[in-house]
C-alpha cells in the first residue's frame, strides 16, 4: 500500500466559471488558472503522483504549456489515472476536503464524486469529498480563494 496527499489552492476572480470536481457550480466568481483551475482534481492528481513518487501536476503538466490552457482538469486527472497504473498501482480510495467560504457545496458533491468515480474508474463509495468553511478566517474565509486537501491509497498491483 502506498499513501499520497495532495493540496492546492486557486484564486477567486470574477468572469470565470467555477469549477470543482468536474461540476461547473453557480456562483459569481471562479478560480484563476492556466487550466480550468479545478482545485480539488489538482489536490487528487498530486496525491495520486505523490503516492507513485512521480512528481507533481507542474511536473507533468505545466502551466507554461499551451496543450494545457483552459484544459478540463478532468483530462489531467485521467492522465494522471494512466499514469499511475501504468507504474503498476491501483487506486484504492480517496478522501478530500475542499475549503471554501462560499458557496455552499453540499449539494454538488455527489454529482463530483459520480464524475471522479467515472474517470478513475473506482466505485463511487471510494470516493469522499467534504466541504468546510474557515469560519470567515484566512483567505478561504475572506472569499479570495478555495484550497483542497486529498489523501489516495494505491496498492501495488502484483506481477
Ligand atoms: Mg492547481
Do not use: W
Amino acid at each position: 500500500m502506498r499513501v499520497g496527499f495532495g493540496y492546492d489552492v486557486h484564486m477567486l476572480v470574477q468572469g470565470r466559471p467555477l469549477i470543482l470536481g468536474g461540476v461547473e457550480v453557480p456562483y459569481e466568481m471562479g478560480l484563476l488558472g492556466h487550466s480550468d483551475a479545478d482545485v480539488l482534481l489538482h489536490a487528487i492528481c498530486d496525491a495520486m503522483l505523490g503516492a507513485a513518487a512521480l512528481g507533481d501536476i507542474g511536473t507533468h503538466f505545466p502551466d507554461t504549456s499551451p496543450e494545457y490552457k483552459g484544459v478540463s482538469s478532468m483530462v489531467l486527472l485521467e492522465r494522471t489515472a494512466a499514469l499511475v497504473g501504468a507504474r503498476g498501482f491501483r487506486l484504492k480510495n480517496i478522501d478530500t476536503t475542499i475549503v471554501a467560504q462560499k458557496p455552499k457545496l453540499a449539494s454538488f458533491i455527489p454529482k463530483m464524486a459520480g464524475r471522479i468515480s467515472e474517470a478513475m474508474g473506482i466505485a463511487f463509495d471510494c470516493i469522499s469529498i467534504k466541504a468546510k468553511t474557515t469560519e470567515t478566517l484566512g483567505f478561504c474565509g475572506r472569499g479570495e480563494g478555495i484550497a483542497a486537501y486529498a489523501v489516495v491509497l494505491l496498492e501495488e498491483v502484483a506481477g
